[in-house]
């Protein structure tokens, strides 16, 4: 290639040959003339020899050109040799968008050799990408933070520069963006005023990610790897900035052995965030680096003896749980954050690290201890349960250190209180719908039971009158099973399946009701008060589903006043109920930080007490169904649960904690239940039902039913309750016996009684055939289910619901009901 001092044109050959080639052309033009005497040859002549070397000349230049141009074209694979890097990926690419080459991040990032442009973006990356691309041709360099792959969870920075020769290529450098983790502040902290001060004291820390690539360090390692305390190592290798001599002793490669020789401290760190035994390839880690030998006086001894009550001070104000043992096993020291995690704050440390640890992982956890304080420098983590918490398994890391005198294993825990905790209220949450689910299960099972004792019981009482010898036996079979239909609503109110009436309603005028029922139920020695906040706004609610709350709760402050005041020995005692209406609103619940709670408009109901509190280790189960601290036989353990239930399928929340007297010690128990304020308006009647229920006696012209029900005995009740009511009915066991009724077409009926949960064909997929061949036949529907349930379930007109168990009266009033609103 000619230099351009020697050829500014560019394209003429040297000045030599040009002077020789333009002194022959001269002469040949003037012999043209000598021979010719004419002077208009000798012009032409002239004319043509120039254009002729003039051809020449761009010959020779075109047959040279690609020899030149080949001179100029890049060595592409040495560019991307020196463009490799781990933590990049780089690619180029000409004005013809063609990639030139791409380093091999670039190719296992994108699994391919595509261009940056053709690459699989999301829409709105693809169209950053476009944008960013044009405005790095145009102006020289763009930048997008935040780009996403289809499919993929990978988030990228881009950065675009155009280089090369001739400003002609484009520059494509992405980089991985990295999520929040619980790493970044000991990231910041390494970095900052605290890296600072560890490298004055002659210690230094790297954070290093599983590959070995460094994260961040303290200023004072990277002036000693790189000669300037501003230089950021984030992106090299961990590994080429130390060397190691024939005695392996570890020394920066940039001091090489006429500097001072460090002690390597591994120290894996886990994540704290996972839920199973982590992986410690998959988290980053610090490498401690101490010098070895800093002088008489500096404090560091070749022993590393004197580095001891230094080193236990830096990693007591770490925040990674971490200890050290001796070569023969025993606890040389650990932080705080270690005794946390291992729950030995008040107790110290035991002698060995196996005396953490339940028996069966003793001698595994001992043999492991030994090996790393005797064998090669290594690291590792194993997976133990700890003798105060049998159930989870925690991962401890181990990693062997030497140069640091009588420690020689440290190990390292995360603090997962916090996890544990959460996990614990997980497993609390599934174990309640687990039991809600069965005690739904088991209230609809016995409700059919109950149905048929108390037809029964009912058909007899029509038999028998008041002073026949077995009219008290059956009053009291009937008595005993309303009790137990009651311990059934319980199941089902905890379950959240019961049916309810609700109404909109002032929640005073709930507490007005039951305030009488109250004061005779809480006796002389209580004092009870109701207070009201003004312009409560009205709830959705059922009123007698309201009721039974605030009287649980009442009953439940009750007895635990009078068993505050028998464990005091007191027996001249006096307790105060309250009750506290309040106005909550949006605002105020945001500033309450709930976060199960929506923001919204609340009325709320306050039950307080004098009985001395909730003790802390119960205050997380007293809602749990059978959960009782009374005395066997004096309670079921369902009170609050059901008010519970009740509460949560009202769409409210409900609360128990403690109130603190003046030395900060429980006085009383205080439930605040929350109802979401309606937006609807007020009726002036709050018991609607009771009009209702009187409307559905004034049918008595009879009629044909259809009773689809597979138990035998609920069947044969209502078979004989309606047709001593002067129905008449037709039986069938199950929905395709039903189905195969309607379908003889030989009875026309003027009602469906049906049961909902049957095998083969349940009660709405038969309901749904019959009426496409009868769509104006009503249907009533018995389940010990809630009604509201059954509503968002089936969503079929002119449908209908009696909830079991029923009476043989209720039975008939509400099929009276039925036929009357259809002859109406």
């Given at each position: 290639?000619?230099?351009?001092?020697?050829?500014?044109?560019?394209?003429?050959?040297?000045?030599?040959?040009?002077?020789?080639?333009?002194?022959?052309?001269?002469?040949?033009?003037?012999?043209?003339?000598?021979?010719?005497?004419?002077?208009?040859?000798?012009?032409?002549?002239?004319?043509?020899?120039?254009?002729?070397?003039?051809?020449?000349?761009?010959?020779?230049?075109?047959?040279?050109?690609?020899?030149?141009?080949?001179?100029?074209?890049?060595?592409?694979?040495?560019?991307?040799?020196?463009?490799?890097?781990?933590?990049?990926?780089?690619?180029?690419?000409?004005?013809?968008?063609?990639?030139?080459?791409?380093?091999?991040?670039?190719?296992?990032?994108?699994?391919?050799?595509?261009?940056?442009?053709?690459?699989?973006?999301?829409?709105?990356?693809?169209?950053?990408?476009?944008?960013?691309?044009?405005?790095?041709?145009?102006?020289?360099?763009?930048?997008?933070?935040?780009?996403?792959?289809?499919?993929?969870?990978?988030?990228?920075?881009?950065?675009?520069d155009r280089s090369g020769r001739g400003e002609a290529y484009l520059l494509w450098r992405f980089a991985q963006v990295r999520e929040e983790s619980s790493y970044d502040a000991l990231s910041k902290q390494l970095g900052g005023v605290?890296?600072?001060?560890?490298?004055?004291?002659?210690?230094?820390?790297?954070?290093?990610?599983?590959?070995?690539?460094?994260?961040?360090?303290?200023?004072?390692?990277?002036?000693?790897?790189?000669?300037?305390?501003?230089?950021?190592?984030?992106?090299?290798?961990?590994?080429?900035?130390?060397?190691?001599?024939?005695?392996?002793?570890?020394?920066?490669?940039?001091?090489?052995?006429?500097?001072?020789?460090?002690?390597?401290?591994?120290?894996?760190?886990?994540?704290?965030?996972?839920?199973?035994?982590?992986?410690?390839?998959?988290?980053?880690?610090?490498?401690?680096?101490?010098?070895?030998?800093?002088?008489?006086?500096?404090?560091?001894?070749?022993?590393?003896?004197?580095?001891?009550?230094?080193?236990?001070?830096?990693?007591?104000?770490?925040?990674?749980?971490?200890?050290?043992?001796?070569?023969?096993?025993?606890?040389?020291?650990?932080n705080k954050a270690f005794l946390r995690a291992v729950e030995r704050v008040d107790r110290g440390l035991p002698q060995f690290p196996s005396d953490l640890v339940v028996r069966e992982d003793k001698a595994a956890m001992a043999d492991?201890?030994?090996?790393?304080?005797?064998?090669?420098?290594?690291?590792?983590?194993?997976?133990?349960?700890?003798?105060?918490?049998?159930?989870?398994?925690?991962?401890?890391?181990?990693?062997?250190?030497?140069?640091?005198?009588?420690?020689?294993?440290?190990?390292?825990?995360?603090?997962?209180?916090?996890?544990?905790?959460?996990?614990?209220?997980?497993?609390?949450?599934?174990?309640?719908?687990?039991?809600?689910?069965?005690?739904?299960?088991?209230?609809?099972?016995?409700?059919?039971?109950?149905?048929?004792?108390?037809?029964?019981?009912?058909?007899?009482?029509?038999?028998?009158?008041?002073?026949?010898?077995?009219?008290?036996?059956?009053?009291?079979?009937?008595?005993?099973?309303?009790?137990?239909?009651?311990?059934?609503?319980?199941?089902?109110?905890?379950?959240?399946?019961?049916?309810?009436?609700?109404?909109?309603?002032?929640?005073?005028?709930?507490?007005?009701?039951?305030?009488?029922?109250?004061?005779?139920?809480?006796?002389?020695?209580?004092?009870?008060?109701?207070?009201?906040?003004?312009?409560?706004?009205?709830?959705?609610?059922?009123?007698?589903?309201?009721?039974?709350?605030?009287?649980?709760?009442?009953?439940?402050?009750?007895?635990?006043?009078?068993?505050?005041?028998?464990?005091?020995?007191?027996?001249?005692?006096?307790?105060?109920?309250?009750?506290?209406?309040?106005?909550?609103?949006?605002?105020?619940?945001?500033?309450?930080?709930?976060?199960?709670?929506?923001?919204?408009?609340?009325?709320?109901?306050?039950?307080?007490?004098?009985?001395?509190?909730?003790?802390?280790?119960?205050?997380?189960?007293?809602?749990?169904?059978?959960?009782?601290?009374?005395?066997?036989?004096?309670?079921?353990?369902?009170?609050?649960?059901?008010?519970?239930?009740?509460?949560?399928?009202?769409?409210?929340?409900?609360?128990?904690?403690?109130?603190?007297?003046?030395?900060?010690?429980?006085?009383?128990?205080?439930?605040?239940?929350?109802?979401?304020?309606?937006?609807?308006?007020?009726?002036?009647?709050?018991?609607?039902?009771?009009?209702?229920?009187?409307?559905?006696?004034?049918?008595?012209?009879?009629?044909?039913?259809?009773?689809?029900?597979?138990?035998?005995?609920?069947?044969?009740?209502?078979?004989?309750?309606?047709?001593?009511?002067?129905?008449?009915?037709?039986?069938?066991?199950?929905?395709?016996?039903?189905?195969?009724?309607?379908?003889?077409?030989?009875?026309?009926?003027?009602?469906?009684?049906?049961?909902?949960?049957?095998?083969?064909?349940?009660?709405?997929?038969?309901?749904?055939?019959?009426?496409?061949?009868?769509?104006?036949?009503?249907?009533?529907?018995?389940?010990?289910?809630?009604?509201?349930?059954?509503?968002?379930?089936?969503?079929?007109?002119?449908?209908?619901?009696?909830?079991?168990?029923?009476?043989?009266?209720?039975?008939?009033?509400?099929?009276?009901?039925?036929?009357?609103?259809?002859?109406?």
């Amino acid at each position: 290639m000619i230099a351009q001092d020697e050829n500014p044109i560019g394209f003429l050959p040297p000045l030599p040959l040009m002077l020789g080639v333009a002194g022959g052309a001269a002469i040949s033009i003037a012999l043209v003339w000598l021979v010719s005497e004419q002077t208009t040859v000798a012009l032409a002549y002239g004319g043509t020899l120039v254009v002729v070397l003039l051809m020449l000349l761009l010959a020779a230049r075109l047959k040279t050109e690609p020899a030149e141009a080949q001179a100029y074209q890049a060595d592409w694979s040495l560019t991307s040799a020196a463009m490799e890097n781990r933590g990049r990926a780089v690619a180029i690419i000409d004005r013809a968008n063609r990639m030139v080459c791409a380093n091999s991040t670039y190719e296992q990032w994108f699994e391919g050799d595509a261009a940056p442009y053709e690459l699989p973006f999301e829409p709105a990356s693809l169209e950053a990408v476009n944008a960013a691309a044009r405005s790095a041709w145009r102006d020289g360099a763009a930048r997008i933070d935040d780009l996403r792959l289809t499919g993929s969870e990978t988030r990228y920075r881009l950065e675009i520069d155009r280089s090369g020769r001739g400003e002609a290529y484009l520059l494509w450098r992405f980089a991985q963006v990295r999520e929040e983790s619980s790493y970044d502040a000991l990231s910041k902290q390494l970095g900052g005023v605290f890296g600072d001060i560890l490298s004055r004291a002659g210690i230094e820390f790297a954070l290093v990610a599983p590959q070995g690539i460094v994260l961040t360090t303290t200023p004072g390692l990277a002036e000693r790897a790189t000669g300037n305390r501003e230089n950021s190592l984030a992106g090299h290798e961990f590994v080429q900035l130390l060397r190691s001599d024939d005695r392996d002793r570890i020394f920066f490669a940039r001091e090489g052995q006429q500097g001072s020789p460090q002690t390597l401290v591994h120290i894996p760190l886990d994540a704290p965030s996972s839920n199973r035994v982590s992986d410690a390839d998959q988290a980053p880690s610090l490498m401690l680096l101490v010098d070895s030998s800093v002088g008489i006086g500096g404090g560091w001894e070749g022993s590393g003896k004197a580095a001891i009550p230094q080193l236990e001070a830096l990693l007591s104000a770490l925040p990674l749980g971490l200890a050290l043992t001796d070569r023969d096993g025993r606890f040389l020291f650990a932080n705080k954050a270690f005794l946390r995690a291992v729950e030995r704050v008040d107790r110290g440390l035991p002698q060995f690290p196996s005396d953490l640890v339940v028996r069966e992982d003793k001698a595994a956890m001992a043999d492991t201890v030994r090996r790393f304080a005797k064998g090669a420098t290594a690291s590792g983590d194993m997976a133990v349960r700890l003798a105060n918490d049998k159930e989870e398994p925690v991962s401890i890391g181990l990693a062997g250190v030497r140069g640091l005198g009588d420690a020689a294993v440290l190990l390292s825990i995360s603090d997962s209180s916090e996890e544990k905790r959460l996990r614990r209220q997980v497993a609390q949450a599934t174990k309640m719908q687990a039991v809600g689910q069965l005690a739904g299960g088991v209230a609809h099972d016995f409700n059919n039971v109950l149905t048929a004792i108390i037809g029964y019981c009912d058909l007899m009482l029509l038999r028998h009158t008041p002073g026949d010898s077995d009219y008290d036996d059956i009053q009291q079979i009937k008595a005993n099973s309303n009790r137990a239909a009651s311990l059934t609503r319980q199941l089902l109110a905890f379950s959240r399946q019961q049916t309810l009436r609700p109404v909109v309603l002032q929640l005073p005028d709930v507490v007005s009701e039951v305030s009488q029922l109250l004061k005779r139920l809480m006796g002389e020695k209580i004092e009870f008060s109701v207070r009201h906040d003004r312009e409560l706004g009205p709830v959705r609610a059922d009123p007698q589903q309201l009721e039974q709350v605030i009287i649980n709760l009442a009953v439940n402050a009750r007895d635990a006043m009078q068993a505050h005041a028998t464990k005091r020995g007191k027996q001249d005692w006096k307790g105060r109920l309250t009750l506290a209406t309040r106005r909550v609103s949006a605002r105020d619940v945001r500033k309450m930080g709930i976060d199960i709670m929506p923001a919204d408009d609340y009325t709320v109901l306050i039950v307080q007490d004098t009985g001395g509190g909730i003790p802390e280790e119960h205050l997380n189960k007293i809602f749990e169904p059978f959960f009782t601290t009374k005395e066997q036989g004096k309670g079921t353990g369902l009170g609050l649960s059901t008010v519970y239930g009740i509460v949560k399928q009202s769409n409210g929340f409900i609360f128990a904690d403690n109130v603190q007297g003046p030395d900060s010690a429980p006085i009383g128990a205080r439930f605040t239940m929350y109802l979401p304020v309606n937006k609807g308006v007020l009726p002036a009647n709050m018991r609607s039902e009771e009009v209702e229920e009187t409307k559905a006696t004034e049918w008595s012209a009879g009629g044909t039913l259809l009773l689809v029900e597979d138990e035998d005995m609920v069947r044969a009740v209502a078979e004989r309750a309606l047709v001593r009511a002067g129905y008449t009915v037709t039986t069938a066991a199950d929905g395709e016996e039903g189905l195969a009724a309607i379908a003889n077409g030989d009875t026309e009926f003027d009602l469906i009684v049906s049961d909902v949960v049957m095998p083969t064909m349940d009660g709405p997929a038969m309901a749904r055939a019959i009426r496409k061949v009868k769509p104006d036949i009503p249907i009533l529907f018995m389940s010990g289910y809630a009604e509201e349930q059954l509503r968002n379930d089936i969503d079929i007109a002119d449908m209908h619901f009696i909830p079991k168990p029923f009476s043989v009266q209720q039975i008939n009033a509400k099929v009276s009901e039925v036929l009357g609103l259809r002859r109406s």
